[in-house]
């Protein structure tokens, strides 16, 4: 067997009994010390930054253990290796380039850990409760991107040609670009979502053209999940959401409400005034009313009615809120009807409406 790799080390020679038990004590001792110093020693040194809350170094002086542990490992076959041939294996020109590529490998497979910690748990990058939905993207792209860097790197310790291989690469993102360009759409969406933050998960929101209406369940890159008021979901391509306007009524302080009264010209304009006079009174006494905007008047004015415009913003986002002061200000509008003796009319049901912004 030995004589099969003088190629590789000419000056090799048979092993002895004694230098096979060093070799095997190297290796013995070594995981040894990895499992009873090194391996504590780390994890101690991560607990003490997640203590200096400093999480992020303690994240990573975990991940990195894996790769740091079979370093080692490989550093002791190596070395136990040469005790047995009898030559120092690191500074073998022939192996040098292999013994290289791996330390290579473990260095990248190391960073390669961190970023996949970190996209199992995004949270750990979070600080506030926003859902930060371009954190899981760039850290796929970076697993991406260390992994074609380890490549190039261990391929020029090999000094492989890679000038046809990075043209075929070129050509073939070309093709798979054009071919998934809705899809490349739709995740430049959730980018500019991410990147503008116009909604988050649990707000209320409202397309431009009313087709979109709901609350947010969940954003991810390609698509926004929207629960909808008859409980159904919608699952929203981003494009289309960036593409239109957006009300996010969630950050709405007030609650815009209209009242249209429509009532008989047979009134008298005396008792009119004196009705609108009595509402917008009433209005302003009402504690969840904001005094800044009350609108009380007749605003529209037909052959046989007019109409009364009554218009007011309830301090409150809640809808159920909105519809309790709304039925109280109907109920002011119907007393004081009675007591002007308001005969209120529609031209097509008889009945007064009402519309609520």
């Not at 009898?86 to 590529?101: G, P, Q, R, T």
């Not at 050509?171 to 988050?200: C, E, Y």
């Not at 709901?214 to 008021?229: A, K």
């Amino acid at each position: 067997m030995w004589e099969s790799i003088k190629w590789l080390i000419p000056s090799v020679t048979a092993p002895t009994v004694a230098d096979c038990l060093a070799a095997a004590a190297i290796i013995i001792v070594g995981l040894i010390v990895i499992r009873f110093i090194i391996r504590p020693l780390l994890f101690k040194i991560a607990d003490l930054f997640n203590k200096k809350n400093h999480p992020v170094f303690g994240d990573i002086t975990k991940s990195v253990y894996p790769s740091i542990r079979n370093a080692i490992i490989f550093s002791l076959i190596v070395m136990a290796a040469s005790l047995l041939v009898e030559v120092w294996l690191f500074e073998n020109a022939k192996l040098s380039i292999y013994i290289d590529s791996v330390y290579v490998f473990f260095a990248f497979k190391a960073l390669y850990d961190v970023l996949g910690f970190y996209l199992k748990n995004p949270h750990r990058f979070e600080t506030g409760k926003d859902q930060d939905i371009l954190t899981p993207f760039f850290l796929r792209m970076s697993k991406v991107a260390v992994m074609v860097i380890a490549m190039f790197t261990i391929a020029s310790l090999w000094n492989f040609n890679l000038n046809g291989f990075l043209t075929a690469i070129g050509l073939t993102g070309v093709a798979l670009a054009f071919g998934i360009r809705d899809t490349l759409a739709h995740i430049f969406g959730g980018m500019s979502v991410a990147l503008d933050k116009p909604f988050q998960i649990g707000d209320w929101i409202m397309s431009g053209d009313e087709k979109i209406d709901g609350t947010i369940q969940d954003i991810n890159l390609r698509s926004t999940v929207i629960q909808t008021s008859d409980k159904g979901t919608v699952y929203v391509p981003n494009s289309y959401l960036v593409n239109r306007p957006i009300y996010n009524l969630s950050n709405r302080t007030e609650r815009k409400v209209e009242h249209f009264l429509h009532i008989s010209n047979e009134n008298s304009e005396e008792s009119i005034v004196k009705f609108l006079e009595s509402v917008r009174e009433q209005i302003s006494l009402h504690p969840k009313i904001s005094k800044k905007i009350i609108h009380v008047a007749m605003d529209e004015l037909m052959p046989t009615s007019c109409r009364i415009l009554v218009r007011y913003f309830v301090e409150t986002n809640d809808t159920g809120s909105m519809l309790q002061v709304r039925q109280e200000i109907l109920f002011v509008a119907k007393h004081y009807c009675e007591v002007y003796d308001i005969k209120l009319i529609d031209p097509n049901e008889g009945q007064y409406a009402w519309n609520n912004g």
